[in-house]
């Protein structure tokens, strides 16, 4: 049986990726903050077959995630690990700005933190594992529009690739996902219009094929990927002038 966990699995794409998952021979492990979603989804992949587990837990809470994640692998060790779990300001600007600035990094980069850390040692002893984490095409350079999401994503981004090279040697297998504008309750918060805005299973898919082919980085859709990457590569005297075009969230 194939153990998957998947942070942040009550909404969004860690909703379409537990649905995507979910098969006979699978157990999954699911987070969230949302009790009634969490049991829906719950609900959803065991009419698919799956094995089902679900715990209601706040990524940042460290010494919580830890208990739990050692508890599972030890009952049925983890073969894939997803940290999803991940917030955005809001597209009109915040008035606690301070506050939803750190609370975005909080999530994005400790919450994800919490969720591999506790796993890295146990995998490479054991010569197996795959960890996936969650950045966004955000995450290729630091935005004027949304610096705390984009500056947190470049760090998820960053600190994937770094682990990859560091246990190549290893049976740890680490993948970055860096998706575009995805259906969620993350984007339904822009009042702006978005490029090639993308259905929550259409990515899970993606997202599933690229873990699937161990690929170092998974960036969709290819056109605005392609652009993204050719952003990065700009100066910052140029990047400033377009700046002033883009929407601003946090």
């Known amino acids: 049986m194939k153990?998957?966990?998947?942070?942040g699995a009550s909404s969004g794409i860690g909703h379409a990726l537990a649905l995507e998952y979910a098969e006979p021979d699978t157990k999954l492990s699911l987070t969230g903050r949302n009790k009634d979603r969490l049991d829906e989804i719950a609900t959803l992949?065991?009419?698919?077959?799956?094995?089902?587990?679900?715990k209601l837990i706040d990524v940042m809470d460290r010494a919580a995630m830890t208990d739990w994640l050692l508890a599972i692998d030890g009952a049925e060790p983890l073969d894939l690990v997803i940290s999803n779990a991940g917030i955005s300001g809001g597209s009109n600007g915040v008035?606690?700005?301070?506050?939803?600035?750190?609370?975005i990094f909080a999530v994005n980069l400790a919450g994800t933190l919490n969720t591999i850390l506790p796993l890295i040692p146990i995998m490479i002893n054991r010569n197996q594992g795959q960890i996936a984490l969650m950045s966004s095409l955000a995450g290729f350079r630091g935005l004027g529009s949304s610096p705390a999401y984009s500056a947190s994503k470049v760090a998820v981004k960053?600190?994937?690739?770094?682990?990859?090279?560091?246990?190549?040697?290893?049976?740890?297998?680490?993948?970055?996902?860096?998706p575009g504008f995805?259906?969620?309750r993350i984007t339904e918060k822009n009042n702006f219009k978005?490029?090639?805005l993308?259905?929550?299973?259409?990515?899970?898919?993606?997202i599933r094929k690229g873990i699937a082919q161990n690929k170092a980085i998974i960036a969709f859709p290819f056109p605005m990927a392609t652009a993204v990457r050719l952003f990065s590569l700009m100066p910052l005297g140029l990047v400033q002038l377009l700046s002033k075009y883009l929407p601003s969230k946090e």
Not at 3 to 7: E, F, K, M, Y
Not at 162 to 173: F, N, P, W
Not at 198 to 206: H, L, W
Request: hydrophobic share 40%; proline share 2%; charged share 30%.
């Open 3 to 7: 153990h998957i966990l998947i942070t």
């Open 45 to 54: 992949c065991r009419a698919k077959g799956a094995l089902v587990e679900t």
């Open 95 to 103: 008035e606690n700005w301070e506050e939803s600035t750190r609370d």
């Open 158 to 178: 960053a600190y994937g690739e770094a682990l990859r090279l560091r246990y190549q040697e290893t049976g740890l297998k680490v993948n970055v996902i860096c």
């Open 182 to 184: 995805v259906e969620s």
């Open 194 to 196: 978005m490029p090639f």
């Open 198 to 206: 993308m259905k929550g299973d259409k990515a899970a898919r993606i």
